[in-house]
């Protein structure tokens, strides 16, 4: 079935550092791919996707683009802030079937230093 | 504001309890999904509605049931509540076709005891 492998945290960082958090995933076809941000206490939130190979996803600084030659999708931001402490998820959704649920990472939990 | 909005936000319940936590959306979806989040696995399917009327089976069914008592709407019920069911639950929704993401609740954090 399909699988996302995502870097293991915790991942601590100081104020405009540059973050890289990696993910491969295993799926058939060609899954949509997505970066979800879960802030303390609140529900997840789709940061970024790309639904094709070669596509690159950003919002917020943050960027991933979606390689379908190493089947991976790493989140990256060139300079983080403390507002960008929270976890993060990466996630894929298939490329067929009705119901399009999504397939998760374990999460990484950023925390960014002042 | 429109999404999707999650009842109770806690719970603690003793072994053996049972209830039901609610879920509604009001953005006409029509697929919506349950999900457990436990600390270094992420968030897992438990039971997914593809449209009003269907529900099926995700990777951790086992101790749930739902229902999608119509198209805003859907439940999930602890019939007799375990220890290792203590987690996050996370509903959420989505316009299966369309080219949007799944809208999550805030969370329902339940505690068995």
């Known amino acids: 079935g399909d699988s996302v492998t995502q870097m293991e945290g915790p991942v601590t960082l100081s104020e405009e550092a540059f973050l890289t958090i990696n993910c491969t995933y295993t799926?058939?076809?060609?899954?949509?791919l997505f970066w979800y941000v879960q802030y303390p206490g609140e529900g997840l939130q789709l940061l970024l996707k790309?639904?094709?190979?070669?596509d690159k996803g950003s919002n917020k600084g943050f960027e991933a683009t979606y390689r379908k030659e190493t089947t991976s999708f790493h989140l990256e931001k060139g300079s983080v802030q403390v507002s960008d402490s929270a976890v993060y998820f990466c996630?894929?959704?298939?490329?067929?079937?009705?119901?399009?649920?999504?397939?998760f990472g374990s999460g990484t939990q950023l925390t960014v230093l002042p | 504001n429109a999404g999707v909005t999650q009842t109770p936000k806690f719970q603690v319940l003793k072994t053996g309890q049972s209830m039901t936590l609610q879920c509604a959306q009001d953005?006409?979806?029509?697929?919506m999904y349950w999900y457990r989040q436990d600390p270094g696995m992420g968030l897992r399917l438990i039971y997914y509605?593809?449209?009003?009327?269907?529900?099926d089976k995700g990777e951790v069914p086992n101790g749930y049931n739902v229902s999608r008592l119509n198209k805003r709407e859907f439940s999930l019920r602890l019939e007799s509540a375990a220890p290792s069911q203590t987690s996050v639950y996370f509903c959420?929704?989505?316009?299966?076709?369309?080219?949007?993401?799944?809208?999550f609740g805030d969370g329902t954090r339940l505690s068995i005891l």
């Open positions: 953005m006409n979806h029509n697929s």
């Open positions: 790309a639904t094709k190979a070669d």
């Open positions: 996630a894929l959704s298939p490329s067929s079937g009705s119901a399009r649920q999504l397939t």
């Open positions: 509605s593809a449209s009003e009327g269907t529900t």
């Open positions: 799926a058939t076809g060609y899954p949509s």
């Open positions: 959420a929704s989505i316009l299966t076709g369309s080219n949007q993401p799944q809208h």
